[in-house]
């Protein structure tokens, strides 16, 4: 190690040890501070699966193809870019009876092709009636209906001060009730956020969803929430 180093971690460790001795003889108060900010979603992103089974692979495959360029008809119908529209490779596989289901030989079913695409819609308001069109497609799966912010950063920022006011109102009536005051912050420390977002997700068959007597969409919130830890002088 050469004299600079040397010196650099000598000054680094008198920093740390200066900090730790003034964190034990100020007098400090800790809290923690928490908020939470409901927003309503402005996109909807659709989670779709084909699938496609015969024993011909290029009827198979021509099943598949057939029924996604439908969902990117749909998508140019409803004025979604292609940006914001997904697509992703095909992938085959060889389909056998369950022999332990059926109690004799596993018989070839066929080939099963699956294509996965993923549809966001930026007018919410038009998710119902969408849905409504994608089950005329031919989708055999909804993976999941998600709906979404563009916002999040934005709203997260306002959780987060929401959060530290929180705090800081919550060590001033603290130390109000001891006779004190509080000063300046001393440190913050952010913990994990945390956000929810009202979804069907799973993977779903087609002809589950149609059970149903009634078909709507909730709207819902998206909850997105701030947790913070401050210490303030005490005075």
Do not use: C, W
């Amino acid at each position: 190690m050469n004299s600079s180093s040397v010196i650099l971690a000598i000054l680094f460790a008198l920093s740390s040890s200066t900090l730790a001795q003034d964190r034990n003889d100020r007098p400090l108060i800790t809290v923690s501070g928490q908020a939470e900010v409901q927003i309503t979603p402005d996109e909807v992103a659709f989670n779709l699966r084909v699938v496609s089974l015969a024993k011909d692979l290029l009827t198979a495959q021509a099943k598949t193809d057939e029924t996604v360029k439908k969902l990117l008809a749909l998508a140019r119908n409803y004025q979604i870019p292609s940006t914001r529209v997904q697509t992703d490779y095909i992938n085959l596989d060889e389909r056998y009876s369950d022999e332990e289901v059926t109690k004799k030989p596993r018989v070839f079913l066929g080939y099963a092709v699956t294509k996965n695409v993923v549809i966001v819609l930026q007018d919410v308001s038009k998710a119902e009636q969408m849905l409504s069109e994608i089950f005329k497609s031919g989708v055999t799966h909804i993976e999941s209906v998600d709906f979404r912010s563009t916002q999040i950063r934005k709203y997260k920022d306002q959780a987060r001060a929401m959060a530290i006011k929180a705090a800081q109102e919550k060590a001033a009536a603290l130390a109000k009730e001891i006779g004190q005051t509080i000063g300046k912050a001393f440190s913050i420390t952010e913990e994990g956020e945390n956000r929810q977002y009202p979804n069907a997700s799973g993977s779903t068959a087609v002809n589950e969803i149609f059970s149903g007597a009634e078909r709507t969409i909730s709207l819902g919130q998206i909850s997105v929430s701030a947790r913070v830890v401050v210490s303030f002088e005490l005075r």
